[in-house]
C-alpha cells in the first residue's frame, strides 16, 4: 500500500534507480518474503551483473533513501528488505523467530495523516508495526518462567 507521498515542488525528485539497484528491486518484487541483503546476494548471484554483498547493502539504503524499498529488523537483528509498495506487519515469535503476517496494516494511512502535527516537515517513506511475543507452539513447549 503506497504512503502518503506528499510530493512538494520543493522536493528533489529521487535519483533514478541505477541497473544494481533495478535489479535488486526486481528480486524484491519477484520474492512473495522478505529477503535479508544475504539473500540478495545470492540471488543475484544468478544474474550477469556483479553485485558485492558491500555494494547490495549500500544500494539498498539508496533505494530506501529513494522510497522504493522498506526494511525491519528481525528479532535475530537482521534487517530484511521489501518494496515499499508491501505493507505487511507481523508477529514475531521472540523465542523461535516464527513470523506470521497480518491480514491488514493497523496503522493505515489515517494514522501517519493523525500524526503530521508530530512529523514537523518530517517526510515519512514507511513504517513498520509489529507484536513481539510466543507463538501458540511456544507457548505449549516453553511454558512461562514462574514469577
Ligand atoms: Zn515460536
Ligand atoms: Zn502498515
Known sequence: MAMAHHAHPSDQAPPTPGP???ALLTVL??????????ELHERL????????????????????RSGLV????LPNGESVYAPLER???????????????????PVGTGGLGLS????????????????HGLCRSCQQSEPLAHG
Open 116 to 131: 503530521k502535527v508530530l512529523l514537523q516537515g518530517f517526510k515519512p517513506l514507511f513504517h513498520t508495526f509489529e507484536i
Open 45 to 64: 548471484k544468478q544474474g550477469s551483473q556483479r553485485h558485492g554483498l558491500a555494494t547490495v547493502y549500500r544500494n539498498l539504503r539508496l533505494l530506501q
Open 20 to 22: 544494481r539497484q533495478q
Open 70 to 73: 522498506r526494511c525491519r529488523k
Open 29 to 38: 518484487r519477484e520474492s512473495d518474503a522478505e529477503l535479508s541483503g544475504q
Open 87 to 105: 505493507d505487511d506487519h507481523h508477529l514475531t515469535c521472540v523465542s523461535c523467530g516464527y513470523s506470521e503476517p497480518l491480514p491488514i496494516c
